[in-house]
């Protein structure tokens, strides 16, 4: 266990002085020789960060333009293989553009729409990069025209890789949408879907930055008072942003990148940064409130709220970087844009903050604002600040079992609807419904006795005879929950491919089955199963086999980490289970909200009966690391205490008296940050962003608050305990808080460079 340094009679008026001691300090490994680093020419640094910056605003412009739309799909499955082979061999098995043609009172078959629909085709059929055109006007099937005889459908297949089809759609599409002579042409599909989606999402984030960025400043200044300190953080997250946006330029030059991890990054370069600075800058001006000079101030700082900092960073990257296990370029993305934007701001926090606090000073009290609403100088932070939250944990830690108990039972309750949980797969209906290609898809949904973009494709390879082919069918045909075979459609070197008209919805649970089941059939032939139940059936079976691996690796570095913070055994144990309970209410409500559609109409979105599949894996991820965020910070400032009175309550007391607020703070901004990301009109991400504000806020005020400081009262002394193995161990690698304490040695300010003594001497 680490060095404990007992106080006098009275530990807790020891434990007040804490940010004072931390000043006058200068020993310990590593912290001097960082400190000189980031401190020897901070007007240098801060001019090197802003060349940077403006080479990322160069390199990342743009990247949303090279990103995706998809990567729900596993690379390896069988559908995907599938998929491949007949767009290779039957283009026109997979259309992705569907041109919807409104004939209007006249009906699909008069004379002048069936010119005139025949002319579109043949053109569409001209177009390069476009493949398997066909329409109901050449093939006479009655799942391309509507019930009503008014409307039929032209379908297409844009060949290549998702961001060339997005190219050719982008050339293509003025020319067909809109009125041609008797009919009126609307443009739907996959690929519109997709493409459409994509712009909606720019748009949107666009909107949420806008709204953020005004909020988040005026939140900033509420917590600090300065509008110079308000600042910081702020460019702390936009520093992180424009980093992580040049990085993901450059990760799309290698792979593709989905379009939602922007969402990401925005609301983890603003959320994280600030957390991060709000830490650093608000110890900072607690150690010069306790008489610290800048450079002290600044060493105390960085050995105390840096490495708390560095920790936090790690165990959210870990979470972030679990979701490479996974092979959906949907997941990995977010893993891509995480753990770029966590490192950027943890170094921007570490770095660029401490330079630009040597070159303030003590003015980073300045521009006051409080002034504005009240007589007389607000008050720099003061030992008594932060009474409330000692008051309260008093309260919480006198009743424990009570809150401890209560506080449990609540969280479990809240996530029960999760139970009910219905996987699904994202479709058209993420967009609203105003959206062009989604009124087309209505109309595919509703009006027609197929969908022409549907059903289930069986792939056949291998010699076979017509009889053969015929005996297949009929087997198929028989199968529960099988309305209609189609096919088979034939080509040279022994290919076919037959469609089936599972019941029900395109991608429910009769649609399932019917995968598994025409999979199992027998056949002479070899055949893979695709389409949009394929897909999601094989998503979902990845996802069941890697999230195993992806949790344990995300608890077994969160508990090495936690343990090499605080070298306690029960302490990790603690954080990832609380953590876990964090998260129950996010959960819930996301089955209860988006699943089940209450409060659809308040929100805007439609109910699908599902959730998409890969959002719980991502939801988890994101949250689960920015609950250990928080419970670094608290758990640090409590062992920093621990470490320097022995005294146990009194720990968990300061602990929360000096970073309830700041946590408190800092999920309130981070929940602002999610909010404007879930005003956006897309499905998932308002999912997204509004799940995750509510898991940030229960982890803050109900986790940290309530069921931290009962829990370890309960606990008592054994929370601190490890066994001999294990606490030599982390006496040697591990970290001391009584490290950050030599008063023998040296206070580190001589180490500091001519040009920071000469910024010293210039300040008024």
Same mark, same amino acid.
């Given at each position: &266990?680490?060095?404990?340094?007992?106080?006098?009679?009275?530990?807790?008026?020891?434990?007040?002085?804490?940010?004072?001691?931390?000043?006058?300090?200068?020993?310990?490994?590593?912290?001097?020789?960082?400190?000189?680093?980031?401190?020897?020419?901070?007007?240098?640094?801060?001019?090197?960060?802003?060349?940077?910056?403006?080479? !990322?605003?160069?390199?990342?412009?743009?990247?949303?333009?090279?990103?995706?739309?998809?990567?729900?799909?596993?690379?390896?499955?069988?559908?995907?293989?599938?998929?491949?082979?007949?767009?290779?061999?039957?283009?026109?098995? *997979?259309?992705?553009?569907?041109?919807?043609?409104?004939?209007?009172?006249?009906?699909?078959?008069?004379?002048?729409?069936?010119?005139?629909?025949?002319?579109?085709?043949?053109?569409?059929?001209?177009?390069?990069?476009?493949?398997?055109?066909?329409?109901?006007?050449?093939?006479?099937?009655?799942?391309?025209?509507?019930?009503?005889?008014?409307?039929?459908?032209?379908?297409?297949?844009?060949?290549?890789?998702?961001?060339?089809?997005?190219?050719?759609?982008?050339?293509?599409?003025?020319?067909?949408?809109?009125?041609?002579?008797?009919?009126? @042409?609307?443009?739907?599909?996959?690929?519109?879907?997709?493409?459409?989606?994509?712009?909606?999402?720019?748009?949107?984030?666009?909107?949420?930055?806008?709204?953020?960025?005004?909020?988040?400043?005026?939140?900033?200044?509420?917590?600090?008072?300065?509008?110079?300190?308000?600042?910081?953080?702020?460019?702390?997250?936009?520093?992180?942003?424009?980093?992580?946006?040049?990085?993901?330029?450059?990760?799309?030059?290698?792979?593709?990148?989905?379009?939602?991890? *922007?969402?990401?990054?925005?609301?983890?370069?603003?959320?994280?940064?600030?957390?991060?600075?709000?830490?650093?800058?608000?110890?900072?001006?607690?150690?010069?409130?306790?008489?610290?000079?800048?450079?002290?101030?600044?060493?105390?700082?960085?050995?105390?709220?840096?490495?708390?900092?560095?920790?936090?960073?790690?165990?959210?990257?870990?979470?972030?970087?679990?979701?490479?296990?996974?092979?959906?370029?949907?997941?990995?993305?977010?893993?891509?844009?995480?753990?770029?934007?966590?490192?950027?701001?943890?170094?921007?926090?570490?770095?660029?903050?401490?330079?630009?606090? @040597?070159?303030?000073?003590?003015?980073?009290?300045?521009?006051?604002?409080?002034?504005?609403?009240?007589?007389?100088?607000?008050?720099?932070?003061?030992?008594?600040?932060?009474?409330?939250?000692?008051?309260?944990?008093?309260?919480?830690?006198?009743?424990?079992?009570?809150?401890?108990?209560?506080?449990?039972?609540?969280? @479990?309750?809240?996530?029960?609807?999760?139970?009910?949980?219905?996987?699904?797969?994202?479709?058209?209906?993420?967009?609203?419904?105003?959206?062009?290609?989604?009124?087309?898809?209505?109309?595919?949904?509703?009006?027609?006795?197929?969908?022409?973009?549907?059903?289930?494709?069986?792939?056949?390879?291998?010699?076979?005879?017509?009889?053969?082919?015929?005996?297949?069918?009929?087997?198929?045909?028989?199968?529960?929950?099988?309305?209609?075979?189609?096919?088979?459609?034939?080509?040279?070197?022994?290919?076919?491919?037959?469609?089936?008209?599972?019941?029900?919805?395109? @991608?429910?649970?009769?649609? *399932?089955?019917?995968?598994?089941?025409?999979?199992?059939?027998?056949?002479?032939?070899?055949?893979?199963?695709?389409? *949009?139940?394929?897909?999601?059936?094989?998503?979902?079976?990845?996802?069941?086999?890697?999230?195993?691996?992806?949790?344990?690796?995300?608890?077994?570095?969160?508990?090495?980490?936690?343990?090499?913070?605080?070298?306690?055994?029960?302490?990790?144990?603690?954080?990832?289970?609380?953590?876990?309970?964090?998260?129950? !209410?996010?959960?819930?409500?996301?089955?209860?909200?988006?699943?089940?559609?209450?409060? !659809?109409?308040?929100?805007?979105?439609?109910?699908?009966?599902?959730?998409?599949?890969?959002?719980?894996?991502?939801?988890?991820?994101?949250?689960?690391?920015?609950?250990?965020?928080?419970?670094?910070?608290?758990?640090?400032?409590?062992?920093?205490?621990?470490?320097?009175?022995?005294?146990?309550?009194?720990?968990?007391?300061?602990?929360?008296?000096?970073?309830?607020?700041?946590?408190?703070?800092?999920?309130?901004?981070?929940?602002?940050?999610?909010?404007?990301?879930?005003?956006?009109?897309?499905?998932?991400?308002? &999912?997204?962003?509004?799940?995750?504000?509510?898991?940030?806020?229960?982890?803050?005020?109900?986790?940290?608050?309530?069921?931290?400081?009962?829990?370890?009262?309960?606990?008592?002394?054994?929370?601190?305990?490890?066994?001999?193995?294990?606490?030599?161990?982390?006496?040697?690698?591990?970290?001391?808080?009584?490290?950050?304490?030599?008063?023998?040695?040296?206070?580190?300010?001589?180490?500091?460079?001519?040009?920071?003594?000469?910024?010293?001497?210039?300040?008024?």
């Amino acid at each position: &266990m680490a060095e404990v340094k007992k106080s006098a009679p009275g530990g807790g008026g020891r434990g007040a002085e804490a940010p004072g001691r931390a000043a006058k300090a200068a020993g310990g490994p590593g912290g001097g020789g960082w400190t000189r680093f980031v401190t020897a020419r901070p007007r240098l640094t801060l001019l090197v960060a802003l060349v940077l910056t403006v080479l !990322a605003v160069l390199a990342g412009g743009g990247v949303a333009d090279r990103m995706g739309s998809g990567g729900w799909e596993d690379p390896a499955a069988e559908s995907t293989y599938a998929t491949e082979a007949l767009e290779r061999r039957f283009p026109g098995s *997979q259309p992705n553009l569907l041109l919807l043609v409104d004939a209007g009172a006249a009906g699909t078959d008069a004379p002048a729409v069936v010119a005139e629909a025949r002319r579109l085709a043949e053109r569409l059929d001209a177009e390069p990069g476009v493949d398997g055109v066909g329409s109901y006007w050449s093939t006479g099937s009655p799942a391309l025209r509507s019930e009503d005889g008014r409307k039929a459908v032209i379908a297409a297949r844009i060949a290549g890789e998702e961001k060339d089809a997005a190219a050719v759609l982008d050339r293509i599409a003025p020319e067909y949408r809109g009125t041609h002579g008797p009919v009126e @042409v609307s443009l739907g599909g996959g690929l519109a879907v997709r493409h459409e989606m994509q712009t909606i999402i720019q748009e949107d984030l666009l909107r949420a930055e806008l709204i953020a960025l005004p909020l988040t400043l005026i939140l900033l200044v509420m917590v600090f008072g300065s509008a110079v300190a308000a600042l910081l953080p702020l460019g702390v997250g936009i520093v992180a942003i424009l980093g992580t946006n040049a990085v993901l330029r450059g990760i799309t030059e290698f792979t593709d990148v989905s379009v939602f991890a *922007q969402n990401l990054t925005t609301a983890l370069g603003l959320g994280l940064a600030i957390d991060y600075a709000l830490f650093v800058v608000r110890r900072y001006r607690e150690e010069l409130a306790a008489g610290a000079d800048t450079y002290a101030a600044v060493r105390a700082t960085l050995r105390t709220a840096g490495r708390t900092v560095l920790f936090s960073a790690l165990t959210v990257a870990v979470s972030l970087a679990a979701m490479l296990l996974f092979p959906q370029y949907f997941l990995r993305s977010f893993a891509y844009a995480g753990i770029a934007v966590v490192l950027l701001a943890a170094t921007a926090a570490l770095t660029l903050l401490p330079a630009a606090l @040597v070159l303030l000073g003590d003015r980073v009290n300045a521009l006051d604002l409080r002034k504005l609403v009240r007589r007389g100088e607000a008050p720099r932070e003061t030992a008594g600040e932060g009474a409330g939250w000692g008051r309260f944990a008093a309260l919480v830690m006198r009743r424990a079992p009570v809150f401890a108990v209560l506080t449990t039972a609540g969280l @479990v309750l809240l996530g029960l609807p999760f139970l009910g949980v219905k996987l699904g797969t994202a479709d058209d209906r993420q967009l609203p419904v105003t959206a062009s290609s989604r009124v087309v898809q209505d109309e595919l949904r509703n009006g027609f006795p197929g969908d022409p973009g549907g059903g289930i494709t069986v792939l056949a390879e291998g010699e076979a005879t017509p009889a053969q082919y015929a005996s297949y069918r009929e087997r198929i045909g028989a199968l529960d929950g099988v309305v209609r075979v189609d096919g088979p459609v034939t080509a040279t070197g022994g290919h076919a491919y037959f469609t089936v008209v599972p019941e029900g919805e395109t @991608v429910g649970a009769d649609a *399932q089955r019917a995968v598994a089941e025409l999979r199992a059939a027998p056949a002479p032939f070899d055949t893979s199963v695709t389409g *949009q139940a394929a897909v999601l059936v094989d998503s979902k079976d990845a996802l069941a086999e890697r999230l195993p691996w992806a949790a344990g690796i995300i608890v077994v570095v969160t508990l090495l980490l936690v343990f090499l913070l605080t070298g306690s055994v029960l302490i990790p144990v603690q954080a990832v289970v609380l953590n876990a309970l964090s998260l129950t !209410a996010m959960f819930g409500a996301v089955v209860w909200v988006f699943q089940d559609g209450n409060l !659809a109409g308040l929100l805007g979105f439609t109910a699908t009966g599902d959730i998409e599949t890969t959002l719980p894996v991502l939801m988890f991820c994101v949250a689960f690391g920015l609950s250990m965020d928080y419970g670094v910070f608290l758990l640090s400032r409590i062992k920093e205490e621990y470490d320097a009175t022995g005294d146990h309550e009194h720990s968990v007391r300061f602990g929360l008296r000096h970073t309830g607020g700041l946590i408190t703070a800092a999920a309130v901004i981070l929940a602002v940050v999610m909010v404007a990301i879930g005003t956006s009109r897309v499905t998932n991400t308002k &999912m997204l962003g509004l799940g995750i504000a509510l898991a940030v806020l229960m982890d803050a005020m109900v986790v940290r608050s309530l069921l931290v400081p009962s829990v370890m009262k309960l606990t008592g002394r054994l929370t601190w305990w490890a066994p001999g193995p294990l606490r030599r161990f982390h006496d040697r690698f591990g970290v001391s808080e009584s490290d950050a304490y030599n008063p023998g040695g040296s206070s580190g300010v001589e180490e500091v460079s001519e040009e920071v003594r000469e910024t010293a001497s210039s300040r008024p």
